[in-house]
């Protein structure tokens, strides 16, 4: 889940503007739990899943 879409229950603003304290934490606590595919879109997974798949059974095609 992205923290743009967030509203604080303290300050009833958007996270991602960072209004209050509890806001500024919770942004900079969600940012440091972004990874590698955090940033993808589910489209973009599935694409990346469908080439993955396509290269295993390339791969296997080849050693049988």
């Given at each position: 889940?992205t923290?743009?879409?967030?509203v604080?229950?303290?300050?009833?603003?958007?996270v991602?503007?960072?209004r209050?304290?509890v806001?500024?934490?919770n942004?900079e606590?969600?940012?440091?739990?972004?990874?590698f595919f955090?940033?993808?879109n589910?489209?973009?997974?599935i694409?990346?899943l469908?080439?993955?798949?396509?290269?295993?059974?390339?791969l296997?095609?080849?050693?049988?």
């Amino acid at each position: 889940m992205t923290y743009d879409r967030l509203v604080c229950a303290n300050c009833a603003s958007p996270v991602s503007e960072g209004r209050c304290p509890v806001c500024r934490a919770n942004r900079e606590r969600l940012q440091q739990q972004e990874g590698f595919f955090a940033g993808l879109n589910p489209m973009a997974l599935i694409a990346l899943l469908a080439v993955l798949i396509a290269a295993v059974a390339l791969l296997a095609h080849q050693t049988a």
